[in-house]
């Protein structure tokens, strides 16, 4: 992964707070908390994760893809960006 440090400090912040909120939803569940605040917290690490996801991509679109677009390499890193929607 090719990324300068302040993308790296962004993204390891985004996985820290998903870290954090993850804790806690296991931290309701276990004390048996109420369903839709354990939910609230649920979507808070979804929420999270999608922004590192968000990083993560973009910060891939501006450096490994440029640079394999210039190689020549278009259809081969296209069909790994899809691959990852495809996913979902």
């Known amino acids: 992964m090719k990324h300068g440090e302040a ?3 962004k993204i390891v912040h985004r996985l820290l707070i998903a ?3 993850l804790e806690k939803v ?3 569940v ?3 908390a109420y369903c839709i605040d354990a939910v609230h917290q649920s979507m808070a690490v979804q929420a999270a ?9 973009e ?5 490994c893809v440029a640079d394999s677009i210039r190689k020549g390499e278009t259809s081969k890193v ?3 960006v899809m691959e990852v929607f495809e996913k979902k």
């Open 49 to 57: 994760l999608k922004k590192a996801d968000e990083i993560i991509l």
């Open 30 to 32: 276990e004390k048996d």
């Open 19 to 21: 870290k954090g909120h």
């Open 26 to 28: 296991i931290s309701m």
């Open 7 to 9: 993308t790296k400090k």
């Open 78 to 80: 296209v069909g790994e």
């Open 59 to 63: 910060n891939h679109l501006s450096t």
